[in-house]
C-alpha cells in the first residue's frame, strides 16, 4: 500500500506571494491533517479534515486555509508570504477516528525569501 | 491545552549503548505515538501505544496511561539510530483529532 504523498517536496517563494501545497493519503484513509515544523516553534498543528469537512483548526492566522476533496486529498493554501512561514509543512493521514493511527508524508520544505 | 515534555534533550551514546528516552504528558490522551524524524524530515512510525507494552526489534515502549507517561527504550544502539525522537499525543476530549508533539529528543550515536 502507498504511503502518503505530498508534492511539491521543495518550494522557494518570495514575500508577498501565496503557494499552495497538496496531500494525498493513504488509500482508505479519509482524514488528512497538517503541521508546520519550525526550529523554534517545533511541531504544530494547523488543521484536520474528514470528508471533505475542517473538524479542528490550530492556532494560526486566516493567511493558512486548506481544503479537501471527494477523494480525500488535501490542499493547504498560504497567501501573503512572510518570512516566518518559512518551515516543512507535514502532512498526516489516518481513518479518522478518535484513537487512529496518524502516518505522515515526507513534507514540503518552503523556503521564502 | 495538553503539555508533553520529553527528556532528555539532547543524548549523545557509543555505539552499542542502551538508552531510554522519557515523555511526560499533562491529561489523559486517546492515542500516544513515538516517531523518528530522519535526516530529510519525514516522521517515520515507531510505536502506536496509547496504553502497554511493545516490542519491535531492539526498539520497546511502554506507556502507563494512568500516570501519564510512555518510554522508549532503545537496545544496542547503532549509529543508524541517530536523529530526533518524537512522543506525540491526542488528547481525550470532544474535537480532538490533533497530535500535540513534544519538543524531541536528539539522539546522536558514535562508532
Known amino acids: 500500500k502507498a504511503g502518503v504523498t505530498q508534492t511539491p517536496r521543495y518550494l522557494i517563494k518570495t514575500r508577498g506571494q501565496q503557494v499552495t501545497l497538496s496531500c494525498s493519503p493513504i488509500?482508505?484513509?479519509?482524514?488528512v491533517s497538517w503541521y508546520q515544523q519550525t526550529p523554534g516553534q517545533g511541531l504544530q498543528f494547523l488543521f484536520e479534515?474528514?470528508?471533505?469537512?475542517?473538524?479542528n483548526k490550530g492556532n494560526f492566522p486566516g493567511r493558512f486555509s486548506g481544503r479537501q476533496f471527494s477523494n480525500s486529498r488535501s490542499e493547504m493554501n498560504v497567501s501573503t508570504l512572510e518570512l516566518g512561514d518559512s518551515a516543512l509543512y507535514l502532512c498526516?493521514?489516518?481513518?479518522?477516528?478518535?484513537?487512529?493511527?496518524?502516518?505522515f508524508g515526507p513534507g514540503t520544505r518552503l523556503t521564502v525569501l | 491545552g495538553i503539555q508533553v515534555e520529553q527528556s532528555p534533550p539532547d543524548l549523545i551514546l557509543q555505539e552499542g549503548a542502551n538508552s531510554t528516552l522519557r515523555c511526560n504528558f499533562s491529561?489523559?490522551?486517546?492515542?500516544l505515538q513515538w516517531f523518528h524524524q530522519n535526516p530529510w524530515g519525514q516522521l517515520i512510525n515507531l510505536f502506536y501505544?496509547?496504553?502497554g507494552t511493545k516490542q519491535n526489534g531492539r526498539l520497546s515502549a511502554t506507556t502507563v496511561a494512568t500516570e501519564r507517561y510512555s518510554l522508549l527504550y532503545i537496545s544496542s544502539s547503532q549509529t543508524t539510530d541517530s536523529g530526533v525522537y518524537f512522543c506525540?499525543?491526542?488528547?481525550?476530549?470532544?474535537?480532538?483529532?490533533?497530535?500535540?508533539f513534544g519538543k524531541g529528543t536528539k539522539l546522536s550515536v558514535i562508532p
Open positions: 491529561d489523559s490522551v486517546n492515542n
Open positions: 488509500s482508505g484513509h479519509r482524514s
Open positions: 501505544i496509547p496504553s
Open positions: 479534515y474528514f470528508s471533505e469537512t475542517q473538524r
Open positions: 498526516a493521514s489516518s481513518l479518522g477516528q478518535r484513537d487512529n493511527e496518524q502516518f
Open positions: 506525540a499525543v491526542e488528547p481525550r476530549g470532544a474535537g480532538s483529532y490533533q497530535l500535540t
